[in-house]
Every structure is written in structure tokens, then in C-alpha cells.
């Protein structure tokens, strides 16, 4: 079996696999740019998400899926552990292990959430109609997660797991009467809704949204990384400095270039063309996780392939528009780009189990 997977991607799928290696040659390069000892830890961490993509691809997406209970329980035991013992860095607690061996159990929980759905809202991998109780089923197992994640705090992650359960909700279908209730009711209640959302927001959260709204009132404190972003994504031109003429990295003016602000420090370096490279590459791989969902006739390779098409999707959207300015910044990363061990192994995996549907659909 497994030598019929091998052959079977590199059969039928040689593109999917250039434009993934290009992806992850740009984020060690650009991390090299940053500081050498990052590429060297992101290549470590990507050779560890390849072996867990290889045995994600052994396993057929439907045994996955009849498990994802399971799945979901231990990955939300875990961010109970980081709640009580977790590591704590920069003022967030988000990390358990050991020594520099740390893992970050919200971003497990994407893949997780996506089986979790996927098993729910089926009935024995058929599709069925969407009542009340598994709305409001599915609703929990996303709200709960993600409020712990976000008092982590990490609230991008928490909206990432929002955005999954909406695009679940959408396929599935929502009464007219349902959507119009729910946006008058959200409009009646926005103003409590927000004032109690803005009372738990941490300082610096606050902070980011006074920014977007106007960073160029405090340039240099809270507008500061909206602003050295733009300038680093305004300042690559064309063609780019190249990696010894990037101001922005080099004299280290531009905060989380090696996390959220990746994509400006690769456009600093590499312009337009550069840009429009990685671009591509990422609208091919988001393109192809969507013909993945499209193509499948199974309903739970539907619904797993869809899932990882909008985690993809809007991670991708929301950190780029964040990059410019368009978006508070939030805490998303750039799928494959943004440093992070359990990031990384999280975004090949979710492209690994495309592979997975595309190969055990089939059979």
C-alpha cells in the first residue's frame, strides 16, 4: 500500500508537489534572511511534518474520521494541560514540553476540529439534514476550544477554529428564516455582545485594534507593526532589495518577522515578483485542496477536503490582508511560512490528508 501511494502522487499530482516544495523552499530562505538558526529549526520541524504526513497518508481518511472523537478529546485534554501547566513566553501561555522541544496544542486542534465536524454533522458518512441539536453540538465542541485558546491568549487561532465551523455550517445548509433571526438578534445584542468581548480582550489585543482603526496615531507604539509592514511591503518595489539590502530585517525595525509578519519580510527582499511567486504558489494549493472537496462523491472526503480548503483559505487571506494593513493584526500565521513547529506540522498534514481523500476515494 504504501509504495501504491507514492506512485501514486508522484503520478498524478507532480505539480502539487513543485508548487509545495517552492512554498517551503521561500519560508526557509526568507527565515534564513531573518537569522540563520531559524531556517535551521524550521527545516527540522518540516522534515518532522513530512513524516507525519507520510503516516497520515498510510491511514485511510475514513478510519481517521471514525476516530476523530477520540482525536478531539485528547487534543482538548491537552489545552486543559496548558491551562494548568503550560509554558509561558512573552506574556502567553501556549506551550507544553520540554527543554526546546515545545508543542502548541491549539494548532492541533485545526485538524482536529475539521474530523470532529466532519464525524458530527454525518450520520454513518451520509449526509443528513442539520437540526437544532447538532448546531448547537457542533457550536460547543468549536466555542469551547476556542475560548481556551483564546485566554491563552491566541486569538487568532480561536478565530481560525470560527471560521472552520462557519464553513461547515454553510455547506450544510441554513434555513433562511434561521440566517434572518440570527442577524437581527446579532445586531440587537452587538453592542452588549462587544462591550463584554472588549472587557476581556488583553491590552495589547486592545492595542491592535486602535492600531488598525488609526496607526498613525501612535506610530511609535501601538500603529508601530502596521506601519514597518507596510514600509517593508512598499519599500521591495518591483524586484525586491535582496537579502543584504532589506532595511527592515536587517536593522530589525520590523517586530515578528519571523512569525506574523513573514510575507513582509519575503516582499522586502523579493518585490512584487517575488510576491506574486508566492502568491500563486498558495492560490495553486488552495485551488487544489477546493477541487479536492469538488471532486469527491464521498460525503466525509467532501466535508475533510472543504475543511482544509477554509483553514487554508482564510489563513492565507487574513494574513496577507493583515500584512497590508487591510486587517487588524491578529496572531494568524502564513500557512507554510510562518515559524512554528506545530504550525508547520499542521498545514502539511492538512495537505498530506488531501492526498489521503484523493487516493482512498478512489478504492
Known amino acids: 500500500m504504501k509504495n501504491e501511494v507514492i506512485a501514486y502522487i508522484l503520478k498524478v499530482h507532480p505539480l502539487f508537489l513543485v508548487a509545495l516544495g517552492g512554498v517551503l523552499g521561500i519560508d526557509l530562505l526568507t527565515l534564513y534572511s531573518v537569522a540563520p538558526y531559524l531556517a535551521m529549526k524550521q527545516g527540522i520541524w518540516e522534515i518532522v511534518g513530512l513524516f507525519v504526513s507520510a503516516g497520515i497518508l498510510m491511514i485511510p481518511y475514513t478510519l481517521l474520521v471514525r476516530n476523530a472523537r477520540i482525536i478531539y478529546g485528547i487534543v482538548l485534554t491537552l489545552l486543559f494541560v496548558v491551562v494548568l501547566f503550560g509554558h509561558q513566553?512573552?506574556?502567553?501561555?501556549?506551550?507544553?514540553?520540554?527543554?526546546?522541544?515545545?508543542?502548541?496544542?491549539?494548532?492541533?486542534?485545526?485538524?482536529?476540529?475539521?474530523?470532529?465536524?466532519?464525524?458530527?454533522?454525518?450520520?454513518?458518512?451520509?449526509?443528513?439534514?442539520?437540526?437544532?441539536?447538532?448546531?448547537?453540538?457542533?457550536?460547543?465542541?468549536?466555542?469551547?476550544?476556542?475560548?481556551?485558546?483564546?485566554?491563552?491568549?491566541?486569538?487568532?487561532?480561536?478565530?481560525?477554529?470560527?471560521?472552520?465551523?462557519?464553513?461547515?455550517?454553510?455547506?450544510?445548509?441554513?434555513?433562511?428564516?434561521?440566517?434572518?433571526?440570527?442577524?437581527?438578534?446579532?445586531?440587537?445584542?452587538?453592542?452588549?455582545?462587544?462591550?463584554?468581548?472588549?472587557?476581556?480582550?488583553?491590552?495589547?489585543?486592545?492595542?491592535?485594534?486602535?492600531?488598525?482603526?488609526?496607526?498613525?496615531?501612535?506610530?511609535?507604539?501601538?500603529?508601530?507593526?502596521?506601519?514597518?509592514?507596510?514600509?517593508?511591503?512598499?519599500?521591495?518595489?518591483?524586484?525586491?532589495?535582496?537579502?543584504?539590502?532589506?532595511?527592515?530585517?536587517?536593522?530589525?525595525?520590523?517586530?515578528?518577522?519571523?512569525?506574523?509578519?513573514?510575507?513582509?519580510?519575503?516582499?522586502?527582499?523579493?518585490?512584487?515578483?517575488?510576491?506574486?511567486?508566492?502568491?500563486?504558489?498558495?492560490?495553486?494549493?488552495?485551488?487544489?485542496?477546493?477541487?479536492?472537496?469538488?471532486?469527491?462523491?464521498?460525503?466525509?472526503g467532501f466535508y475533510l477536503a472543504s475543511g482544509v480548503s477554509g483553514f487554508f483559505l482564510f489563513g492565507f487571506l487574513i494574513n496577507a490582508l493583515m500584512v497590508l494593513g487591510v486587517l487588524p493584526v491578529v496572531g494568524v500565521p502564513m500557512p507554510l511560512m510562518s515559524y512554528g513547529g506545530s504550525a508547520m506540522i499542521v498545514s502539511l498534514g492538512s495537505l498530506a490528508l488531501l492526498l489521503n481523500i484523493r487516493f482512498y476515494a478512489k478504492r
Open 89 to 300: 513566553s512573552h506574556g502567553a501561555r501556549r506551550w507544553i514540553g520540554v527543554g526546546w522541544f515545545q508543542i502548541q496544542p491549539s494548532e492541533f486542534m485545526i485538524l482536529a476540529l475539521i474530523f470532529f465536524l466532519t464525524a458530527t454533522l454525518l450520520h454513518n458518512g451520509k449526509d443528513v439534514r442539520l437540526t437544532p441539536g447538532l448546531f448547537a453540538g457542533s457550536a460547543i465542541a468549536t466555542l469551547l476550544p476556542a475560548f481556551l485558546i483564546a485566554r491563552q491568549p491566541d486569538l487568532g487561532t480561536a478565530v481560525e477554529l470560527s471560521i472552520i465551523f462557519s464553513v461547515y455550517i454553510l455547506l450544510k445548509g441554513i434555513p433562511s428564516r434561521v440566517v434572518g433571526i440570527s442577524l437581527i438578534g446579532g445586531l440587537a445584542f452587538f453592542p452588549v455582545a462587544w462591550e463584554v468581548l472588549w472587557a476581556h480582550l488583553h491590552e495589547f489585543q486592545k492595542d491592535r485594534i486602535r492600531a488598525f482603526i488609526d496607526p498613525a496615531s501612535d506610530p511609535s507604539g501601538m500603529g508601530y507593526h502596521t506601519i514597518q509592514s507596510i514600509v517593508a511591503v512598499g519599500s521591495g518595489g518591483w524586484f525586491g532589495q535582496g537579502l543584504s539590502g532589506a532595511t527592515q530585517v536587517r536593522y530589525q525595525f520590523l517586530p515578528g518577522a519571523q512569525t506574523d509578519f513573514v510575507f513582509a519580510v519575503f516582499t522586502e527582499e523579493w518585490g512584487f515578483a517575488g510576491a506574486l511567486l508566492f502568491l500563486s504558489l498558495m492560490a495553486y494549493l488552495v485551488w487544489f485542496a477546493t477541487r479536492t472537496a469538488l471532486e469527491c462523491r464521498d460525503p466525509v
